[in-house]
């Protein structure tokens, strides 16, 4: 099955600076790549999700960037906050065989003030 | 309110007894899911249904049951109950069969002595 691997596990940034979060996967048939942040207490929520016909998508402060012959993903925040705080997680999916979801094993974000 | 509900939040049981964790959405979507999240180990897939009587197992099946009778509700059956099945489990679902933004419940937490 599909294996997704995430670094760093834990990233602590200065309020302001940037945050990169790398995941990688290795069933080339993954199509679906979305990202989710996790608030203490709560369930993931998405954030940010990418498909394979796409190299990149921004939404205001978050981008994620694919490279499909490489088998990996990033996730891009900018300007971070301390709202930004949480546990981010990456998956991989087959959007047309099963459609089941491998999660990569989270990075938790602390942003200084 | 667009929302996925889990019942209970909280949960400690003994080996062997029998337990049932409902989950419940309102956004009469197509697909749900449950994943078990432990430290270290990311979120794992336990089983997923693209609707109603279709379920298929996910990465960590053993153990447990499903059923989808009904497209609203997907409960998550522990049969035999075992300690290492202690952990936080989290239902989701989303619109279609997959490829889209999963809606997380807030999690049960189980403890199995």
């Known amino acids: 099955g599909e294996n997704v691997e995430q670094h760093p596990s834990t990233l602590s940034v200065q309020e302001g600076d940037s945050a990169v979060i790398k995941c990688t996967y290795s069933d080339s048939a993954s199509n679906y790549f979305p990202w989710y942040k996790q608030e203490l207490g709560k369930g993931p929520q998405l954030i940010i999700d990418?498909?394979?016909?796409?190299g990149e998508k921004k939404d205001q402060r978050i981008a994620v960037t694919l490279n499909k012959t490489a088998k990996h993903f990033s996730l891009h925040i900018t300007e971070t906050q301390p709202e930004d705080s949480a546990v981010y997680f990456c998956?991989?999916?087959?959007?047309?065989?099963?459609?089941?979801?491998?999660f990569g094993t989270g990075t938790s974000l602390t942003v200084i003030p | 309110e667009a929302q996925v509900t889990q019942n209970p939040r909280y949960l400690i049981t003994v080996t062997g007894k029998k337990l049932t964790v409902t989950c419940s959405q309102n956004?009469?979507?197509?697909?749900m899911s449950w994943y078990r999240q432990d430290p270290g180990l990311g979120l794992r897939q336990i089983y997923y249904?693209?609707?109603?009587?279709?379920?298929d197992k996910g990465d960590v099946p053993e153990g447990y049951k499903v059923s989808r009778k009904e497209k609203r509700n997907f409960p998550l059956i522990l049969e035999s109950p075992s300690p290492n099945q202690t952990s936080l489990y989290f239902c989701?679902?989303?619109?279609?069969?997959?490829?889209?933004?999963?809606?997380f419940g807030p999690g049960t937490r189980l403890t199995v002595t």
């Open positions: 249904s693209m609707n109603v009587e279709v379920t």
């Open positions: 956004m009469n979507h197509e697909y």
């Open positions: 990418i498909r394979s016909n796409v």
């Open positions: 989701a679902s989303s619109y279609g069969t997959g490829g889209n933004e999963q809606y």
């Open positions: 998956a991989a999916s087959i959007t047309n065989t099963g459609n089941q979801f491998y």
